[in-house]
């Protein structure tokens, strides 16, 4: 028989009714407001369900450790845990208060009737425009960041402080080495086709400059895949390893 606390598969199912449930409700919501009360108990930062799948997959990150002794396959599934409980916890940071800022619409904001809404055409011309440049002051304000970076890493934080922020900065999709890498390309694009005559040498040799840079940076990226090596082998130290 499961203990007291243990869950039965009934109330597995119950669970998954009840976000099946709200998620019906967020299609029958005509106000904002109808969908802030839905998302309320999704993205409590202290109670709500993406904190408490973040919690499963910390404690599943943490039993792993375990299992590793009788099968070091497990060390893969614990990053890939690890991984995912890093994932919820962002999204969490994320979604924070997002019920609030639905609340902040006029009350008057109602849902448009079906036969009334813009055709699909017009909605994707309105969201896949050109999109706006960023302000030199938004650039500034990137490059300050790293800056600030920059100067925590020299004084040499933890592993474990560290390597969260290795992990965003060299991410594989959206990394700093990947979208440098498409600035600088799309950049040498730009130079080459603003100018009358491109083979001008000047021109020809900005424009390979910015193209090599691109690759350089771009190489990078593959540094990510020494951040999740070493956050497998951070997962696997011993509790009273040095450096803890």
């Not at 991984?83 to 940071?93: G, I, S, T």
């Not at 500034?140 to 920059?150: G, I, K, M, N, Y």
């Not at 005559?197 to 990510?224: G, K, M």
Request: aromatic content about 4%.
């Amino acid at each position: 028989m499961p203990q007291h606390d243990d869950l039965l598969p009934s109330d597995i199912k119950a669970l998954t009714t009840g976000l099946l449930r709200l998620s019906q409700q967020i299609d029958r919501a005509e106000s904002p407001a109808d969908i802030a009360a839905v998302l309320a108990p999704i993205v409590d930062r202290h109670d709500g369900v993406l904190r408490r799948l973040t919690q499963i997959f910390e404690a599943i990150g943490d039993v792993c450790n375990d299992f590793v002794l009788q099968d070091r396959y497990v060390v893969d599934l614990q990053a890939e845990s690890d991984e995912a409980f890093d994932d919820l916890r962002n999204m969490l940071h994320r979604v924070n208060g997002l019920d609030e800022k639905f609340r902040t619409f006029d009350p008057q904001v109602t849902r448009t009737p079906s036969g009334r809404r813009p055709s699909p055409d017009a909605q994707d011309s309105v969201s896949h425009g050109t999109p706006h440049a960023p302000t030199p002051l938004r650039l500034r304000q990137a490059t300050d960041t790293l800056a600030e970076l920059a100067t925590y890493v020299r004084t040499y934080p933890s592993l474990d402080q560290t390597l969260p922020l290795l992990r965003a900065l060299l991410d594989e999709n959206e990394g700093v080495p990947i979208l440098l890498g498409d600035i600088l390309r799309a950049s040498a694009h730009i130079v080459s086709q603003h100018f009358d005559h491109p083979r001008h040498d000047d021109v020809r040799h900005a424009a390979e400059a910015f193209r090599d840079a691109a690759q350089e940076a771009t190489d990078w990226h593959i540094l990510h895949w020494d951040v999740k090596r070493l956050r497998t082998q951070a997962a696997t130290r011993p509790a009273d390893a040095p450096g803890r």
